[in-house]
């Protein structure tokens, strides 16, 4: 299994400074046993659905519904939605992307909007972030310029950002629910425990390559099914749960991720 970018989240914003999280560098972004192609995979961290095409993607777009972060004791737990490209191959070397967060810090839910550019660091954004709010996002590439789109559409609160990347990943397009995962100061790395969220519903999800633009199950491109199982072998893993993707809907750009607790061993 091949771990791929190490994409920095600054502890503060994933853990709302609990102290007890002090030692953890969460990350997202990091890919973990996946390599998208037709089909379904499974991932330690990743959940949804990702394209691939032998063309370069230009841009991708997507809106779901932020979910209910569902803190039952006093642990911290870490969860990740988002739109984005590159990432999702073995080949892969950056990822561009936003979303939100649904975390809980010492069982408070908190709920964050955010964007990241690798190797930058991800930026936290001014924007209201609440459970039942509808967002939606587009991330789009020409050349070494990312633009960065998300708006809360309940709240009628837009972001843009312009921003220029010396290599941009644009070997897929995906829409994720994610479990991040942390490191320690030795960069010894292990996927963080998943937020129970519920469900959480995308839709209006597109992708464009040169001279097309279709929703995921567009037959131009190859889909991939990702399944985030918690208790993957030879996985470093504290997931304690599953997220599994329903089948993309009638209209072709539209699924939904739900939260699973482990199947606890027989025998």
Known sequence: ???LL??????????AGSASDAAIQPRLGLQQGLDAGAGTETSSNWAGYA?????????VTGKW????????????????FWV???????SSFAVEQTGTLANCSSGTPTYTAWYELYPKAPVMLKMSVRPGDTFSATVSVSKTTVLIRIKNVTRGKLLTKKLHMARPDQGSAEWVAEAPAGCDSANNC??????????????????????????ISDPVWSETTIELHGDLPNEPSQAGANAIPGAVGPD?????????????PTG
């Open 252 to 264: 072709g750009g539209s699924f939904a991720v739900t939260w699973q607790q482990l199947t606890p």
């Open 65 to 80: 519904v932020q979910p209910f972060a569902t803190c039952a004791d006093l642990s911290s737990t870490y969860s990740a």
């Open 84 to 90: 984005g490209l590159g990432g999702a191959r073995d």
């Open 51 to 59: 394209v691939t095409h032998r063309k370069p993607f230009t841009s």
């Open 6 to 15: 190490p994409l920095l989240v600054c502890a503060a914003a994933l853990s």
């Open 190 to 215: 292990t996927v963080l425990p998943l937020t129970n969220f519920g469900t959480v519903a995308f839709s209006h999800a597109t992708a464009s390559v040169k001279g097309h633009r279709g929703r």
């Open 1 to 3: 299994m091949k771990s």
